[in-house]
């Protein structure tokens, strides 16, 4: 009889090991927090962010509605938030064109001297002092900009004329721009000697600096989106790649995956995605919400971090 009931124990603790208690499917993605993605679309209020690299400043780029109340078109562009001392400044307001585009792909020098972006369908570079605003790009449609990390060069990616469309690299300056490879939104690895991209069929790839030595390092058809795998940055480390993703009938979400392309997972639901200065935390925009949020880089503590117009009157996140 004591037999039976302790075969009778050890059956039912298997039982509820093996569902897990009622059923409950194991974490996927252990030591990550991830979660559902989004289908209810909201105003996007904030487009793009940037943190220097000395992690005092958050650069964020308003796009509100430039007709409604608040703010007026007068407000739209790049603004500076001020973490010690919680407070925010106009850097470069009022860059609105008719039928836009808005200021996107903002990117601080390694040295946190400058500040490189497009505007207008050109790249643009101007000191954090808001002195020297400079065009670097004359001709075309030139968009997402990156310093290299040695400060020399600047990436980008041209749309228009279509036979001259790809990732270039020019120097700081704007002088020597050279077209390097066929792709989408390039960032550089921290030697310098390396670019990740979106490459023609949406998958991620990495090459060097002159376009030779290409290799797939994630398959767009392996996580099930579509488009292109969008805005890709190395952390700060270099062990990791950030990118954004959509699945059919999902919102963009928010990924991160190893330098290799192994191991991705979706953390948020985001359009728009940064690195802290040290890689411990990600900045994202959430669609819904129209604010900046920032996480931990495994994806926990999702936590509000910009929005409401709060700036605009001066207060904190």
């Known amino acids: 009889m004591r037999i039976l009931w302790v075969a009778l124990v050890l059956g039912l603790l298997t039982f509820s090991c093996k569902t897990g208690g009622l059923d409950k499917p194991p974490n996927p993605y252990p030591g990550y927090c991830t979660e559902e993605p989004g289908h209810v679309w909201g105003q996007v209020h904030y487009s793009d962010v940037a943190v220097s690299p000395d992690g005092e400043t958050t650069a964020f780029v308003y796009s509100g509605n430039p007709y409604g109340n608040p703010p007026g078109k007068d ?17 470069l307001t009022g860059l609105i064109f008719t039928g836009f585009p808005l200021p996107s792909g903002l990117d601080f020098s390694p040295d946190g001297d400058w500040i490189v972006f497009s505007w207008g369908k050109q790249i643009w570079k101007i000191k954090v002092n808001g002195d020297s605003l400079t065009q670097l790009t004359f001709s075309g449609e030139n968009f997402y900009p990156r310093w290299s990390p040695d400060g020399r060069k600047i990436s980008f990616h041209k749309i228009i004329p279509v036979d001259s469309s790809g990732i270039w690299i020019m120097n700081a300056d704007g002088s020597e721009k050279t077209k390097v490879i066929r792709g989408y939104e390039a960032d550089w690895s921290l030697d310098g000697k390396y670019l990740i991209f979106s ?10 600096t002159s376009g030779g030595n290409i290799e797939k390092i994630l398959d767009i058809g392996h996580i099930g989106a ?24 999902e919102g963009p979400m928010v990924w991160v995956m190893d330098a290799d392309g192994s191991n991705p997972v979706p953390l948020a639901w985001g359009k728009y995605a940064n690195w802290s200065n040290e890689g411990e935390k990600i ?12 996480m931990d880089s495994n994806g926990c503590n999702k936590t509000p971090f910009i929005g409401d117009f709060n700036f605009l009157e001066g207060g904190g996140g």
């Open 75 to 91: 407000t739209i562009g790049i603004f500076f938030y001020f973490e010690r001392g919680d407070s925010f400044r106009a850097f």
């Open 226 to 249: 579509i488009d292109h795998l969008s805005t890709p940055s190395y952390s700060p480390d270099g062990t990791k790649i950030l990118f954004v993703a959509q699945r059919p009938g």
């Open 283 to 294: 900045l994202y925009t959430r669609p819904e919400e129209g604010d900046i949020w920032v």
């Open 199 to 208: 490459g023609l069929g949406g998958s991620l790839y990495r090459a060097n």
